[in-house]
């Protein structure tokens, strides 16, 4: 069956088997940031925005984002212009393996749309579906603060 | 105290000003790809018509495998192929990723007649696609004669248990103690003084207790991935998330007879490893089918397969017998250790080493040491390599009981270690007999850092005022009860006299460098530290290398990251040879001006007249490059150093937590942790400090819930992330990390090693506020709400 998604800003039309899920949908279509950690729901590493809510793709089939908006890393910013969030991960050396980074990144730019200038509870729980195994969290949620400060500072630069 | 400063760190102060890169922070070279999403891992890099591979595991933890009717697998629309026993060789080989001749035996082929654990390989199947390579091992009908099985390491042991490697050609490539006929894997006795026949008085405190820790898995976010195919020279190329390149490409030339020249072996990013990558999981097999079939293969295992067929960390019992004087003076340590080596029995016998020289040597001065300890078969998942080591476990007995000791004396346990803690200069007298799985090797500790990490670590955490307060029932009232717990650690900093690293470093035309290294960066960010270390040399910023790493073919040796060898082996090989190229440089920039070479300095990416600031006495390092690969004295500069160092300086730690005991559940809550650290100089602190914070939460996860649960059949019975939990954004405490640098005079910079050492303190720290907090002892890992409660109302039974 086809399906139209926005993906990255860009409307496609997708062929998916009924049992394929958004994971492995998207993974074939070349979006390789998004990834299997455990295919079970228990992870958050396959983390997408779809509608502005974040979710763990490997428990959605792909033909259920018909008409849906999607949002992965590679949408937001490439290595030579990183997004704010993205800089600011590196910059707070929230990024050791990398595995999980592309979930978190996105789960912060959930995060700070519903919460701009979040306290480290709201962090805390904001980010809670995806788990790091090499950093502790600590640089991370340092990253998320970092985030929050570069986005209003563009925002300030714009008005 | 008195004033904990040692010479090292007094060294680090006064070199510190002088360094222009070297302690400083730096982003991870890699760190944009990685947030941005650029494809870099084994699953993610394109292959060529890829055959798709999957494992058939084995439902019993021992059986013989009697047949398998690879027909209906055969019928499945997309499988093409299924490789059972009888197509593979059968040369044994060990699956450890360790030095040559390795310290474990060769006990494993690529597919057995016998299956000796729930999760042992019984076949394989080939498919178009993902999907019919799964349906295919689902249509596998295989018989077996079931065998009986022995699951408890002391019934294993006791000569009355199954013999799980009956088979003859399973030997050890060393001459150690190995006696497969009685499950023994490993046995290590060395005793110092005698402490059976020891002068006991009437007041020494004695404290003999047996602790035990369980299953964990290393739960790297990213599972176990390999790819494989032919290149347009018939040799094999393997792209894997290898912590071992070297390693993996002489044991799959082993298991496949094969010359290593044949076979080339790529480390891409990995997600994670920890040491469960530091293991051949899948390679060989993905070796076999693509020299086979002639097709590129791809194989990546679910979670729930990580679980049950990778690796685990060793199950350990540890019988921990300890005489102090009155005055709190250790006069004696008898530990005896049992691990639970699994099925197979790859890290046996370095873990079980490690577990003795890692904790034995925190002490200088204690005359009778006796340290004994056995690896065993049993039928249950293969432990393995596992950040710690060994060291991790005993030093949960270790921490328990030194505070135990204080307790009993009414004083602080910090005075323990001060009164009984190796001091910078000694040299402690069990590293002459034990070593890492073999003879062992005296290290002088030239740095010790440790007491001043103390200091800093218990002002931070508010110690003194804080230990021991708890108890007060005015300040501790309700259910929930605080108390703070601290315990010391060492690890150490690659094995000494085996690990060897090796750089290479040439220039490109553009001043730019190529910076080839064997090391491999699992996340850990080592590609930076290399870049990092020669930039400091050759006084031009880190971004002027591209690190190219963990190619055997491209780079030079490394065996690889474990050991906590990296910074400490492979960073004073790349020091080296920045020094190479400084050299070289220095002696065609005096060709090509006219100088002569001790005129002139290194500055800047230049080569200049010493002291000068005129342009014309200068030429930039694009300069040399141009004209040597293009126009004069044409020659590729380039340079290689290699290291293997005779000493393994151990970084120290002293951690504290204070935790809050929920006296009606039994849960505990981390309110504060704090790590402080002596790594020798951080070459870049944000990551040292990133390692640190890493280390203490998985060990924490480790200390309070991470275990396996097995049933009677010896099938797990949580494999997966719902019933095994590992801590998340929410379950991440308070933590500080203090690092406190000293110059560690042979490591590159001062530098010594972090990885490991961290996670060593959580258990014992943890363990020992929860005595603060509430007045149990706990013997068992992890600290589950079910064990604490079980404590509670033990005590209050008593009481």
């Known amino acids: 069956m086809k399906i139209d998604v926005k993906i990255n800003g860009v409307q496609k039309n997708i062929e998916v088997k009924p049992e394929e899920t958004l994971m492995r949908m998207l993974r074939r279509i070349g979006l390789k940031s998004v990834k299997c950690g455990c295919d079970e729901g228990n992870c958050g590493v396959c983390s997408v925005i779809v509608d502005n809510k974040i979710i763990n793709t490997c428990m959605v089939p792909a033909a259920h984002v018909n008409g849906s908006e999607i949002i992965t890393v590679e949408g937001l910013g490439t290595p030579s212009n990183p997004h704010p969030i993205q800089r600011a991960f590196v910059e707070a050396g929230a990024v050791q393996c990398g595995f999980c980074t592309p979930a978190f990144v996105l789960s912060t730019f959930a995060l700070l749309k519903k919460y701009p200038d979040p306290t480290l509870e709201q962090i805390k729980q904001g980010l809670d579906g995806v788990i790091c195994r090499c950093t502790g969290h600590i640089k991370i949620f340092d990253a998320v603060t970092l985030a929050a400060r570069l986005m209003k500072e563009i925002t300030c630069e714009r008005s | ?799």
């Open chain 2, 1 to 799: 105290m008195k004033d904990p400063k040692t010479k090292s760190i007094n060294n680090f102060d006064r070199q510190k000003s002088s360094l222009k890169y070297v302690n400083k922070n730096h982003d991870k070279m890699d760190a944009y790809a990685l947030a941005c999403g650029v494809p870099a891992y084994t699953e993610d890099l394109p292959l060529e018509n890829p055959l798709y591979l999957k494992i058939l595991f084995s439902p019993h933890a021992h059986a013989e495998i009697i047949n398998i009717n690879s027909a209906p697998a055969l019928a499945i629309e997309g499988v093409s192929h299924v490789i059972t026993h009888k197509d593979v060789p059968h040369t044994r080989f060990t699956t450890a990723g360790q030095g040559f001749p390795e310290p474990s035996p060769y006990d494993a082929l690529i597919l057995d007649t016998k299956v000796r654990f729930c999760g042992d390989r019984v076949a394989a199947v080939l498919a178009e696609t993902p999907e019919a390579a799964k349906a295919g091992v689902k249509a596998l009908e295989v018989t077996y004669k079931l065998l009986e099985s022995v699951f408890d390491p002391e019934q294993a042991i006791s000569g009355f248990a199954p013999v799980i490697h009956d088979e003859k050609d399973c030997k050890y490539p060393i001459d150690v103690t190995y006696d497969p006929s009685k499950n023994l894997v490993a046995e290590i006795n060395v005793e110092i003084g005698d402490f059976e026949g020891l002068n006991k008085n009437s007041d020494d405190i004695t404290v003999l207790n047996r602790f035990t820790t369980g299953y964990t898995s290393h739960c790297a976010r990213e599972p176990h991935a390999a790819s494989a195919w032919i290149d347009h020279q018939g040799r094999i190329v393997i792209r894997s998330c290898t912590q071992v390149p070297w390693h993996i490409r002489r044991l799959v030339a082993r298991a496949l007879n094969l010359s290593v020249s044949r076979i080339r072996v790529i480390k891409p990013r990995i997600g994670g490893g920890f040491g469960g990558k530091q293991e051949m999981i899948l390679e060989d097999l993905c070796a076999y089918a693509a020299l086979k079939y002639n097709r590129s293969v791809l194989t990546v295992l679910t979670r729930d397969e990580v679980f049950r067929s990778a690796r685990v960390r060793h199950p350990m019992i540890n019988d921990l017998h300890i005489i102090s004087t009155n005055k709190g003076i250790i006069k004696a340590l008898k530990m005896d250790l049992l691990l639970n080596t699994g099925a197979y029995g790859g890290h046996g016998l370095t873990v079980a080493s490690n577990a003795g020289s890692k904790t034995l040597s925190l002490f200088s001065g204690v005359p009778d040491m006796t340290f004994n300890a056995r690896a065993v078969y049993t039928n249950l998942p293969v432990a393995g390599a596992f950040r710690g080591y060994g060291a991790i476990q005993a030093y949960f007995g270790l921490g328990v009981s030194l505070d135990i000791i204080a307790d009993k004396l009414n004083i602080d346990p910090i005075e323990i270690y001060l009164k009984n803690g190796v001091k910078e200069g000694e040299s402690p007298e069990i590293l002459k007999s034990l070593g890492e799985g073999g003879e062992g090797c005296p290290i002088q500790y030239n740095s010790v850092g440790l007491y001043e990490c103390i200091k800093q670590g218990a002002a931070e955490i508010n110690w003194y005022k804080h230990h021991r307060m708890y108890r007060s029932p005015e300040l501790n009232k309700g259910s929930l009860k605080r108390g703070v717990g601290m315990a010391c650690i060492l690890q150490g900093s690659g094995v000494p006299d085996i690990d060897m690293g090796a750089v290479t470093i040439k220039l490109n035309e553009d001043g730019s460098f190529n910076l080839l290294c064997g090391a491999t960066d699992l996340g850990t960010g080592s590609d930076t530290l290399m870049a990092v270390i020669a930039a400091e040399i050759l006084d031009t910023p880190p971004e002027s290398f591209v690190v190219t790493s963990s190619d055997t073919d491209v780079t030079p040796f490394d065996v690889g990251a474990y050991a906590s060898s990296t910074t400490f082996v492979t960073g004073e090989a790349c020091r080296q040879a920045a020094l190479k190229m400084k050299t070289k440089l220095i002696n065609e920039a005096a060709r090509i001006m006219n100088y002569s070479a001790d005129e002139l300095e290194c500055s800047n990416s230049c080569i200049k007249k010493i002291d000068s600031i005129n342009e014309n006495e200068r030429v930039t390092f694009a300069d040399i490059g141009t004209s040597t690969l293009y126009s004069s004295n044409q020659h590729q500069i380039s340079v290689t150093a290699s290291n293997c160092s005779p000493t393994s300086p151990p970084p120290f730690s002293a951690q504290f937590a204070e935790v809050e005991v929920d006296i009606e559940t039994g849960r505990v809550r981390i309110v504060n942790y704090v790590a402080a650290v002596d790594c020798g100089t951080p070459i870049n602190p944000i990551q040292a400090e990133g390692q640190t914070e890493g280390g203490v939460v998985t060990a924490i996860g480790q200390a309070l819930y991470e275990e396996y649960h097995f049933d009677s059949k010896g099938r797990m019975l949580n494999p997966n992330f719902e019933h095994y939990k590992t801590p998340g954004p929410k379950d991440t405490p308070r933590i500080k990390t203090i690092l406190v640098p000293t110059w560690e005079p042979d490591g590159p910079f001062g530098a010594k090693s972090v990885s490991e050492v961290v996670v060593n303190g959580p258990m014992p720290a943890i363990a020992n506020a929860i005595y603060d907090a509430c007045g149990i002892r706990l013997y068992e890992a992890p600290f589950t709400p079910e064990r604490v409660f079980k404590a509670l109302k033990s005590k209050m039974n008593i009481e």
